[in-house]
């Protein structure tokens, strides 16, 4: 199975900066996308951005203009550059991703605590 590691994490002052890494087991090309989720206590757990294996991304509304979401494919790893942050975004952050088939099979990472002061 994928394994999915987060890291980066932290607590931050609102309108700092942050950045979370996602180190997959495999290489990048066998996921066919990549993607972050947060969760916020007694909130559902919702999407933040994606990127497929082409190089496409997709943000939240929320979060548009302020996060960038980025691959290493030589590290196997993915980022999620987080600017201009605010108390909202205060949450565990997920590392999502989704094989190629005939693995179209979804893996989740174990999350990584995001704290905005204000």
């Known amino acids: 199975q994928v394994q999915l590691v987060e890291s980066g994490g932290g607590l931050v002052q609102a309108g700092g900066s942050l950045r979370l890494s996602c180190a997959a087991s495999?290489?990048?090309?066998?996921?066919?996308?990549m993607g972050w989720y947060r969760q916020a206590p007694g909130k559902q757990r919702e999407p933040v951005a994606a990127?497929?294996?082409?190089?496409?991304?997709d943000y939240a509304d929320s979060v548009k203009g302020r996060f960038t979401i980025s691959r290493d494919n030589a590290r196997d790893t993915v980022y999620l550059q987080m600017n201009s942050l605010k108390p909202e975004d205060t949450a565990v952050y997920y590392c999502?991703?989704?094989?190629?088939?005939?693995?179209?099979?979804?893996?989740w990472g174990q999350g990584t605590q995001v704290t905005v002061s204000s």
């Open positions: 495999v290489s990048i090309f066998k996921l066919a996308s």
């Open positions: 990127l497929t294996s082409g190089g496409n991304t």
């Open positions: 999502k991703a989704r094989g190629i088939r005939p693995f179209a099979y979804d893996y």
